[in-house]
């Protein structure tokens, strides 16, 4: 499908049926896979043939739909996982291990924080948070010769802050290491950051690729552009023999283009077992199938909201890149001119109180812990999904204590506005 534009990619990729063939992307609900000899099987488990002998490791229905998002993005292999967490951290632990270092943008999803902060760090792995709006200088500064890649986020959730993938990428690069980029509210639809630098993608397939909160699940594609062969030293794992399949090494069987994602299946799947499962597969794919359409509406219901808001005189800060006088206006201009996402974040006058008084009085908008939905959502992050944070590490990645996620979903955009004001009365 490679000729064919994104929105194509959106209904048709990944699967084209046969003579008499389902039309639809069969559900293929088997844990295991019958073989006539051990021999054939044997094959399997040394990796010196195709095919599939257990759902845990790979399951036909799961990369149909990987397929459908690596062509999306313009990258060359992918997989799927059974959250948007179990890809963040399998992006990470695929390449890193314990002693190793890893630089991250601070302006971060909470839940990844505390991934890299506290659980990662356990394993004996450690990061550096840097502000997505450091200098050249101080981005390079925070390497070290045990750094083993560089994580950010496109659009950060919740703050909104947008990645200099270019800066990024180019401070990754410099160092010998790639640039790992979650791309879950941009969605390649509105941001291919692979086109900017960046060498793997990450995403939290639940939000707008899923679309309607019917199925958790995470999705990581390779560009097949990183050359792992130029520092053996420093990937091991991907350059030398892995004893576990019988001295495989997978830059020699795989290529650039595929020993990303085939260690992260043979190895981490494996071992973690972080599959997701056919049937939400399946229920992706029918999200993926209206992306492209989905988007476009939930940009115009987020501008329209975030101009709103933006006079709105109990309202004290709008983040929202669309928007002429946001902070990363010219950011957004550059890597996302088609628009960014539905999701707004803003503050009231009067604080932690006044935020919670707002959310109790919204009729459409309902409190949930979920972003990026047909239907819209409100968070307050610091309540919530950034809980375990300080007041210090709520400042560090964008976050203050009165800042409401507020996901526009796709309703009638003076609905949202109507709801918006009177909640907004009550304060």
Not at 90 to 107: K, M, T
Not at 303 to 331: I, P, Q
């Amino acid at each position: 499908m490679s000729d064919y534009s994104l929105e194509t990619k959106c209904v048709q990729g990944g699967y084209q049926p046969g003579n008499g063939e389902p039309r639809q992307i069969p559900i293929v609900q088997s844990t295991t896979f019958k073989y006539e000899t051990s021999e054939a099987m044997g094959k399997l488990f040394d990796l010196e043939a195709e095919g599939y002998f257990y759902t845990r490791l790979q399951n036909p229905t799961n990369d149909t739909v990987a397929k459908k998002i690596c062509e999306l993005e313009g990258g060359t292999a992918a997989m799927l996982t059974s959250s948007g967490q179990a890809a963040s951290f399998y992006a990470v632990f695929n390449i890193a291990s314990c002693g190793d270092h890893i630089v991250s943008s601070s302006s971060i999803y909470g839940g990844t924080y505390n991934l890299f902060a506290v659980t990662m760090k356990r394993m004996g792995i450690e990061f550096t948070f840097v502000s997505p709006d450091c200098t050249e200088e101080e981005l390079n500064a925070a390497f070290r010769p045990n750094t083993k890649a560089v994580f950010g986020e496109t659009i950060a959730n919740p703050a909104l802050t947008v990645l200099d993938i270019e800066k990024f990428a180019k401070a990754a690069h410099s160092h010998g290491v790639p640039l790992i980029v979650d791309n879950t509210f941009a969605t390649p639809v509105n941001c291919r950051p692979f086109e900017w630098g960046a060498d793997i993608v990450t995403h939290s397939t639940t939000k707008y690729m899923d679309g309607h909160a019917a199925g958790v699940g995470g999705c990581i594609v390779d560009s097949g552009k990183f050359d792992w062969t130029r520092y053996p030293d420093k990937y091991p794992g991907l350059c030398t023999p892995d004893d576990s399949y019988h001295g495989v090494t997978y830059t020699e069987r795989f290529g650039i283009e595929g020993a990303y994602i085939t260690k992260a299946t043979a190895q981490l799947m494996r071992d973690f077992g972080s599959i997701q499962s056919p049937q939400n597969a399946f229920l992706l794919n029918l999200g993926l199938e209206s992306l492209h359409v989905r988007m476009k509406r939930h940009c115009e219901n987020g501008m329209a909201v975030a101009k709103f808001l933006e006079g709105h005189e109990k309202v004290t800060y709008v983040n929202y890149c669309g928007l002429e006088n946001d902070k990363y206006h010219a950011l957004a201009e550059k890597y996302l001119p088609n628009g960014s996402c539905g999701v707004v974040s803003f503050g009231v006058k009067g604080g932690r109180k006044a935020a919670e008084t707002f959310m109790k009085h919204l009729k459409l908008g309902a409190i949930e812990t979920h972003v990026a939905d047909a239907r819209t959502c409100c968070l307050h992050p610091a309540s919530a999904t950034h809980r375990q944070m300080n007041d210090a590490e709520l400042e560090a990645c964008g976050v203050k204590p009165d800042l409401i996620r507020y996901s526009c979903g796709l309703e009638n955009a003076q609905d949202l506005i109507d709801d918006l004001a009177q909640a907004l009365d009550q304060i």
